[in-house]
Each structure stands twice: as structure tokens, then as C-alpha cells.
């Protein structure tokens, strides 16, 4: 199979350019999706199969099979970004590469069964509440949902969850898809699925804006946006609405950059009608819009004029989507609930709490870990504050880009899709020489929900407690990689440079 590229354009160059990671990253997706799990209430199910591999979600052969295959998305997605920037070619004919070979690895994944989440199946249901004039940040969905399909799939943690943490945009987009499949249950997960890709596709003008605006390659920067591995894994084989947000939010920075405040802040305030998260780009791009050496008080200004116009639309959005606003913020608190994610502060309750068993002392779980999940957003909050000085000499892209960051990694749930903004906001707006952590935090998250197979079972407790040590360590371990990457990576160039006199510095260090 050949990449067509622009016509003239040199075959040896259209090869180097491509190389052999297209077809690695288009095998580790294919492994991947071949072998996942089933979502235990999905019910029959067309799936992609490969004679001769098991794909029944049995352990180990799962477990082995996402490892062996995340591997070679992250290889693969290191080696077109390196290709890409060396490439003479010109930027379109790059940036066309990049969307063949990204669309080549959603191929697998989007044709497979929706991958390590059950998500999708609350969007559907969400949606089909809606519909019924139901109100899913406040309304029992058990209760309120006459649509069997669309509650038996749901997992039953949120059936009787009063409130789901999601916006007007997303409540709509989902109950339009609902609609649009006539209320077929089978329809609207392909309808919500197309949705995730379409928008991951959408982000593509907007990160090339950025870029170009940062002096970063547009190619890279789409690169590093949409063909990461939790992009492909997640946004398209998951099918989460972080998708939406992302395609929304980069479009909104672009406007803004490009000196088209008033639409920019309207899409920037539809992808906060997704996600609340999202509102750190009006914050940050209008506290840098004051201007250089601006008052304390013209900033303010700014940043409340936008607020006030994108809470406006929202709560507008609200009322013709029938969700609440306060029961839609309400409902935030209860993703806290989740427990099972690699969250430092979370993990860190839950082996402080066990020391203090172990040492004979009475300790709650719960008490600790609303400690230190305080804490971690206390330290978040903090931190997104300090940014707001920042943005003159780092870019107020950049500064949006990494209170997100900020503000998931200090969180009490961590999920991988949650990056995918942050991450791609970064890989346009240019990252200089810590590009190489970016790189090493997105692939490391992209293995952080596995695949449990259909043989999993629940621990006794000091498996389980145990279990909390080793995530905490492999929190840590993900966060010394990601400090030490860019020295490890100018150690290495210099090392190169004085073995190969005059050879050209190393890609992933290379000031944007």
C-alpha cells in the first residue's frame, strides 16, 4: 500500500517519511483491538476478529496483548514525529501524512468493540434522557429512563446517580445522536463513536493555527495531538467526549490568537459547556489579552466580561437542553467517587491509611484520602494562580494547557482521555526542551487502564492494599521518568555530538 502524497513529491522522500511506523502502529492498534474485553453488559456484539488470536477477553492473553500493542503505538508515534520533523517535505504534504497514518491507527480501534470504558454507554443513556425531558444531572436515571437498552448496558454505579458530571453541549450532542437513530441503542454508540473521530479530525485546523502562531510545526503539532496513543486508544476506541472538548477548545484558542476574541471565546465556552475544565483557556488568554504590562484590574476586567458572556451562552444552552446549571456543577462531585484511578492524592490516602493499620493505629480511609485530595487541589489551585503571571513569558496557551495538566494530575480521578487536551494544546503551543516529558507522560498513561478480562477477581483486603503501594510507586516512577526525560535526552545529544561531530541535534530537544 502507498501514501499518496502531492503530486512531484520525491518517492524515496514520501518513504522516509512514513517509514515503517505506519504499519507498526497500524499492528499494535489491530492487537489491541482485536483482543479487548467486552463491556460485561454490552450484550451480542459484532467485533474484529484475526483468525488465529483469541479474542474472547480472557486473561492473560488480554493483559499481555494491550501491553505488547500500547508498546507499539508509542514507538510508532515517537517515530512519525521524528520523521515528520526531519522530513524536507513541505508542511502540507507532511500534515497529510500525519492524517493517513492517524486515520490508518483509528481504523482497528473504531471498527473493534468501545475500548477499556464503559463511558459511552452513560452518553447513550444521558442522551436518551434528555429526550424524555429528563434531567440527567439531577434526575435517577434508573427512575427517569423508560429505554431498556439504553439502562441495561449502563453501569449500574451511575443508574442510580443522582447527577452526571457533564454540560449543555455534551447532554445535547447525545440526545441529537439519540434522535437521530431513532432511539436505537446500537446506533447511537456508532452515532457517539463517528462523533469522537469527527472531532478528533476537527482539532487539526486549530492545532495547526496554534502552531503556526508559536512558530512550532504545524505537522508536529498535529502529530503530537491526534496520533498519541491515548488519542487513538481512548478519544476514538473509547469514544469519550473529551474528544469534543478538545476539537472545541484548540478551535476557541485559535480564534483568540488570531485576533477573533468574541468567537473564540464562544467556542472555548461551548467546550466548557462539555467540561467545566475547559474555561482555563478564556481565563488564561483573557488575563494575556489585557496586554503587556496591563492593571491588576484591566485584567480582571477582561477575564470577567468573558466569563460572564460564555456563562451566559451556557446557561442559555442549559435552559434549551433542560439541564440545570447548579445540578449540573452539583453533579461534578460525584466522579470523585471513583476510586480505582492512578490518582497521586488518592493512592497516597490509601497507603498512608494502611501504614496506620499496619502500625495499630485506628484509621479511615475515606478521612484520608479527603485529606490529601484537599490538599492536592489546595496545591492545584495554587499552582493555576501562579500560571496567571506566567503567561507573558511562557504564552497563554501554554499556561491553559498546563493548569489542565496541573489540575489532573493533583485531581482525585485520573483518567488517560482526561490529558488529551493539555497534551495537545502543548504539542502545538511548543513545549521547547520538555517536549521529551510530555512525550514520556503520554505513553505511560496510555497503559493506565487495563484491560481487566473476564477472569478478573477482587482481592482480599491486604492484596488490595497492597495493590495501592504499587500504584503509588508506579505514580512516582511515571513522575521521576517525566522530570528526568529532557536531561536524559540532552545527555544523550551531547554524548552523540561529541562521538559525531556536525550530525543534527535530536528532534524531541529542539526548542519550539
Known sequence: ????????????????????????????????????????????????????????GERPITAITFVVGTGMLGLAWMGLIRRVERSQLADRDKTRAVIVTSLLWFAPVLLGPPLLSSDIYSYAAEGAMVTQGSDPTVDDMAAALHYGDYLSRTDPVWRTSFGNPYGPVQMGTAAAIVAGSGHDIDATLWGLRVLALGAVLASIWGLSEIARHYGVSPPVAVAIGIANPISVIHLVGGAHNDALLMALLVTGCAFALRGRWPLGVVFMALATGVKLPAAAGILYLGWHRAGLGAKFTDRVRVVARALAGAGALIGVLCIVIGISVYGWIQSMQNAGKTMGTLSLTTRTGYVVSSLFRLLGLPSSDSTWIWLFRVAGLAAAAYLCLRLLGMTARIGAVQCAAISMLVVVLLGPVVWP??????????????????????????????????????????????????????????????????????FAVERWRSLRDDELPGSDPLPYASAD
Do not use: D
Open 417 to 486: 482521555w482526561y490529558f488529551t487536551p493539555g497534551i495537545a494544546l502543548l504539542g502545538a503551543a511548543g513545549v521547547g526542551r520538555w517536549r521529551p516529558a510530555l512525550i514520556v507522560l503520554t505513553i505511560a498513561f496510555s497503559f493506565e487502564v487495563f484491560p481487566s478480562g473476564n477472569s478478573a477477581l477482587s482481592g482480599p483486603k491486604p492484596v488490595l492494599e497492597t495493590s495501592h503501594l504499587v500504584s503509588l510507586g508506579f505514580i512516582l516512577l511515571i513522575a521521576a521518568l517525566t522530570l528526568a526525560a529532557p
Open 1 to 56: 500500500m502507498a501514501l499518496e502524497l502531492a503530486p512531484g513529491a520525491p518517492t524515496a522522500q514520501r518513504r522516509a517519511l512514513v517509514g515503517p511506523y505506519l504499519w507498526l502502529g497500524l499492528a499494535g492498534s489491530l492487537l489491541i483491538a482485536v483482543t479487548a474485553p467486552l463491556w460485561r453488559l454490552s450484550g451480542p456484539t459484532w467485533r474484529l476478529t484475526v483468525p488465529g488470536i483469541p479474542h474472547n
